[in-house]
C-alpha cells in the first residue's frame, strides 16, 4: 500500500539554525499539507500546498517557513532561525485531490519528524 | 468551521464493539464528518468519512444522525492495537481542524 515517507525522523538543531523536513508523498497525489504537533497539544495546520504553490496556511505559518516541490517527488518545509518553540512533531500528508465543494478526498499522513531546537 | 465534541476518554473491552460519539450540531450542509486516529505519537490514519448516509469500510462504520448533529464511529471489534486518540472532524476546505479527540482504551 503506498505511503507517505518523511525524512529524517528526528531532527535535532541548535535555536537560530535552519531545517529542512522533507516528505515524499504517495506519487498519484496532487495535493500536499504540512501540519504539526507539540508535545501533548493538537495536531495544527500549517500549510497546503497544489500546482507548485500554496494553496492555504495558517496564522502559524509565518514568514519563518517556507515550502517547496523541489522535483517530482519531494515535499519540503523549511524553517528559518529556529526557535525552541518550534520544537514538534512535523507531519506531511498528501491527497488524490484538495477540497471541491461537492466533494472531498481524505488526506493520508506520514510518520512525522519530530524537530528538537536546543 | 463546525466544533465537535467529543468525551475525553473511553474504555472497551476486546471483542466487543467501540462506540465512540461526537456532536457537531452546528455542521452545515455541505460539511463532511472526517474520523482519524493517531496511535502514540505517529501520523494521524485516516479511518472514514461521510456527508449525509451511513459508511462502513474494512475499518469502521459511521453512522450520522438525519439531522446530522451528531455522528457515531463504530469499531465492530475492538483490538488492543485500536488503542489510540480518535478524532471527529468537521471539514470543509483543505485544511483539517484536529481537536483533542477521545482517548480510547481497549483492555483485554
Known amino acids: 500500500e503506498p505511503e507517505v515517507t518523511q525524512t529524517p525522523s528526528h531532527q535535532v538543531t541548535q535555536m537560530g539554525q535552519e531545517v529542512i523536513l522533507r516528505c515524499v508523498p504517495i506519487?498519484?497525489?496532487?495535493?500536499f499539507y504540512w501540519y504539526r504537533q507539540i508535545l501533548g497539544q493538537k495536531v495544527e495546520f500549517l500549510v497546503s500546498?497544489?500546482?507548485?504553490?500554496?494553496?492555504?496556511k495558517s496564522e502559524i505559518f509565518d514568514d519563518q517557513f517556507s515550502v517547496e516541490r523541489p522535483d517530482g517527488s519531494n515535499f519540503t518545509l523549511k524553517i528559518r532561525s529556529t526557535k525552541l518553540e518550534d520544537s514538534a512533531m512535523y507531519f506531511c500528508a498528501s491527497s488524490e485531490a484538495g477540497w471541491a465543494g461537492t466533494g472531498s478526498y481524505e488526506q493520508y499522513f506520514g510518520p512525522g519528524t519530530r524537530l528538537t531546537v536546543t | 468551521d463546525a466544533k465537535t465534541t467529543q468525551p475525553t476518554s473511553m474504555d472497551c473491552a476486546e471483542g466487543r464493539a467501540a462506540n465512540l460519539p461526537c456532536n457537531h450540531s452546528t455542521i452545515s450542509g455541505n460539511e463532511y464528518v472526517y474520523w482519524y486516529r493517531q496511535i502514540h505519537s505517529q501520523g494521524p490514519q485516516y479511518i472514514i468519512h461521510?456527508?449525509?448516509n451511513n459508511e462502513t469500510n474494512e475499518m469502521a462504520s459511521l453512522i450520522i444522525t438525519e439531522d446530522r448533529k451528531s455522528s457515531t464511529l463504530i469499531l465492530p471489534h475492538a483490538t488492543l492495537r485500536d488503542t489510540a486518540v480518535y478524532y471527529c472532524i468537521v471539514r470543509v476546505g483543505n485544511d483539517m481542524r484536529f481537536g483533542a479527540g477521545t482517548r480510547l482504551t481497549v483492555k483485554p
Open positions: 506519487s498519484n497525489h496532487l495535493y
Open positions: 461521510g456527508l449525509k
Open positions: 500546498f497544489y500546482n507548485n504553490e500554496i494553496s492555504e
